[in-house]
């Protein structure tokens, strides 16, 4: 190599480095129907919510999905219908930039494309930051993946046989009438229900340790607490139901519940002895999503 073109190989500048995008612990605070939102991402197999943008972003209807083909983070249907996955492989600290990011950049779209994004975005706008606030998502739990697609776009007798073979992956869940974040779920012949929390999950596991501790952490008989996860900064506590149980026999025992946890949620004293105990073995069998 000449000395005049390795003095230009040299002097070539440095490509910029890209700023990381800092963690947060709690990515949907803020937001209406956080507890939802967390639960589309972790714990709902297919599910949509609209939402609608700020007017500086076009106030246009937006669908947030649990999940597109092939993992893709966004679409733009050939009927122009805006889809964004909450379920992706796209994690960069900050779920909140992550999804708001792919928002942005499946309204560029052409109609019928979707969007794969190469590599994690830089700081930026939040879905705090794009959506109007005045809008809450409304969860709607699908059997299938019919969202996928629009009208003529179903008509396809290969699009109907990719949803068939979609829809064999979704473990049936369901909401739990009457109790906001609560999903029912039955997985390999058995029945669950999960309940995404609102509090700050320490709050949250404080509160839940002193139920433990009064032995009334059941649902009901033979409906056993088994444990919890930590998702996106809340709690998610888990209990195994009896054996048939429907998400509608879960409303009565559910709200009694939640009345338990209010009483020890207003409860600030120090945890006793026992409380501790328990919390202590509630917290060994966390799972973070």
Known sequence: MSKKKRKQRQAAPAAPKKQKIEFVARPFAGLANEEDLVAMMQIIPAATATVRLAKEYGGQDVQLVTLLPELT?????????????????????????????????????????????????????????????????VVSVRETFDFWLGAEEAKAPEAVEQLEHAKEEIAPTAAVPGVPHAYWCRINGKEFVRWVRGEDEDVFFNAFARVHAARASDLEEGARFIGAFRACGLAIPVWELNRGTEAEELT??????????????????????????????????????
């Open 73 to 137: 983070q966004g679409l733009k249907r050939a009927d122009g219908e805006v889809l964004v996955a909450l379920q992706t492989t796209m994690h960069s600290g900050d779920a909140s930039r992550d999804v708001a990011a792919a928002v942005l950049a499946t309204l560029e779209l052409e109609e019928g494309s979707g969007l794969l994004m190469n590599g994690l975005p830089e700081p930026g706008e939040r879905l705090q930051d794009i959506l109007d606030p005045a809008v809450e998502p």
């Open 252 to 289: 009565a025992p559910l709200k009694a519940m939640g009345e338990r946890l209010d009483a020890a949620l207003a409860d600030t004293t120090p945890l006793d002895a026992e409380a501790r105990r328990a919390k202590a073995g509630i917290t060994s069998r966390q799972v973070n999503l």
